[in-house]
């Protein structure tokens, strides 16, 4: 049973930082690729990072290009979402996601997800 659990949202001044961890049990964890999603009330859930199994290859939406870093830690089984210079539209629920390709990820070519992280950026 593959589960995903994200941790480190909360509610941040606009400026600010957070940084998101997910945490990944029950397959090897080095032979997939990760990502990150958003969903806003009353939006679709949109692709906003993906990284490659072995780390060397990231994607990232327009909308956070230049602001957020994806990173993962195959030692730890663990995937990270750096987010700086938060915006109150980066207001979302965020979820953790894997699957056999980066690019897939982007497509939304989705195994699993978690049950995702609120982060609330205050104006």
């Known amino acids: 049973q593959v589960q995903l659990v994200e941790s480190g949202g909360g509610l941040v001044q606009a400026g600010g930082s957070l940084r998101l961890s997910c945490a990944a049990s029950g397959r090897t964890f080095s032979a997939y690729a990760m990502g990150w999603f958003r969903q806003a009330p009353g939006k679709e859930r949109e692709f906003i990072a993906a990284?490659?199994?072995?780390?060397?290859?990231?994607y990232y939406s327009d909308s956070v290009k230049g602001r957020f870093t994806i990173s993962r830690d195959n030692a730890k089984n663990a995937v990270y979402l750096q987010m700086n210079s938060l915006k109150p539209e980066d207001t979302a629920r965020y979820y953790c996601a894997t699957g056999p390709y980066a690019t897939g990820l982007r497509d939304k070519q989705i195994d699993y997800w978690g049950q995702g992280t609120q982060v609330t950026v205050s104006s």
């Open positions: 990284i490659a199994w072995s780390g060397g290859v990231t």
